[in-house]
């Protein structure tokens, strides 16, 4: 089993995940938004982003929408996957 593989399994448990890492902001927090909307109070998100911006603002538009930003997660290709636990949970 490789590394990567490994990030992958110890990922936590999560009801929806998406990869942002293609996207500038602010587009990244817009699709993350849409994301969060979509999902029931308490669910948990997973968003794999890359950037400096996504990075840093990302996790700031989650909490101050009131949503719980839970970890930040280092990758190995230079991305991070950012949990969200949806606001209500």
Do not use: W, Y
């Not at 840093?56 to 989650?62: G, K, L, T």
Request: contains cysteine; hydrophobic residues 45%.
């Amino acid at each position: 089993m490789t590394r990567a593989s490994e990030t992958v399994l110890s990922l936590p448990d999560h009801d929806r995940a998406i990869d942002i890492s293609a996207e500038t902001c602010p587009m990244t927090f817009v699709r993350t938004r849409l994301a969060l909307d979509a999902m029931a109070p308490g669910q948990v998100l997973l968003v794999r982003l890359r950037g400096a911006e996504p990075l840093a603002n990302v996790p700031r538009a989650a909490a101050d929408q009131g949503h719980d930003v839970l970890d930040l997660i280092p990758l190995e290709d230079g991305s991070a996957v950012l949990v969200i636990r949806k606001d209500g949970g």
